[in-house]
């Protein structure tokens, strides 16, 4: 049984996780305009793991007969100065949900809500991975730099990542 503080709680975090989905889809189309065929691809792959991190909320709270909510999402930003400058605004985005998935955890605590805290785990340990992707990300923008002669190695580069992140998904799938 969800208390009305978590189904709260919960439902913000399926806005938030909705937003994310948005916000790396319109960075997939930005990519794609400017002809980075790799960065689009992992953005693409981004929007969907999120879309499924917002619906895992939502059956959960249906699972323990709460009542979820479509949320209305924002308008994410569509331009981006650069890619250095885009996946600093993923990061940065990253580090405010797993802040978010924290609080969560901690009113699960609170509340004796083990169920949820439960739930919660995984999430925990996805941000976990996540905010580690995106620091190596950047890390290998600085290293490679980003100027115009750099642009085609950096979405090289975002593309092995990709295959590899879908691979270790499939993997995971296949468990
Ligand atoms: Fe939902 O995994 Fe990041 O935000």
Same mark, same amino acid.
């Given at each position: 049984?969800?208390?009305? /503080?978590?189904?709260?709680?919960?439902?913000?975090?399926?806005?938030?996780?909705?937003?994310?989905?948005?916000?790396?889809?319109?960075?997939?189309?930005?990519?794609?305009?400017?002809?980075?065929?790799?960065?689009?691809?992992?953005?693409?792959?981004?929007?969907?793991?999120? /879309?499924?991190?917002?619906?895992?909320?939502?059956?959960?709270?249906?699972?323990?007969?709460?009542?979820?909510?479509?949320?209305?999402?924002?308008?994410?930003?569509?331009?981006?100065?650069?890619?250095?400058?885009?996946?600093?605004?993923?990061?940065?985005?990253?580090?405010?949900?797993?802040?978010?998935?924290h609080e969560l955890v901690a009113l699960s605590l609170s509340e004796k809500d083990h169920s949820t805290y439960?739930?919660?785990?995984?999430?925990?340990?996805?941000?976990?991975?996540?905010?580690?992707?995106?620091?190596?990300?950047?890390? /290998?923008?600085?290293? $490679?730099?980003?100027?115009?002669?750099?642009?085609?190695? $950096?979405?090289?580069?975002?593309?092995?990542?990709?295959?590899?992140?879908?691979?270790?998904?499939?993997?995971?799938?296949?468990?």
């Open positions: 049984m969800l208390s009305k /503080k978590m189904e709260t709680a919960l439902n913000k975090q399926i806005a938030l996780e909705g937003y994310a989905s948005f916000l790396y889809l319109a960075m997939a189309s930005w990519c794609d305009n400017e002809g980075f065929e790799g960065c689009a691809n992992f953005m693409h792959r981004q929007s969907e793991e999120e /879309k499924e991190h917002m619906l895992k909320i939502f059956h959960y709270i249906s699972e323990v007969d709460g009542f979820a909510l479509t949320p209305a999402i924002k308008k994410p930003p569509h331009t981006f100065k650069s890619i250095r400058e885009m996946f600093q605004k993923v990061y940065a985005h990253e580090q405010k949900v797993t802040k978010s998935i439960n739930f919660l785990q995984w999430y925990v340990e996805e941000q976990r991975e996540e905010e580690n992707l995106m620091r190596t990300i950047l890390d /290998k923008i600085k290293l $490679i730099g980003d100027g115009p002669q750099s642009l085609y190695y $950096i979405d090289k580069e975002i593309e092995k990542i990709n295959i590899a992140e879908e691979k270790a998904a499939a993997a995971e799938e296949g468990k």
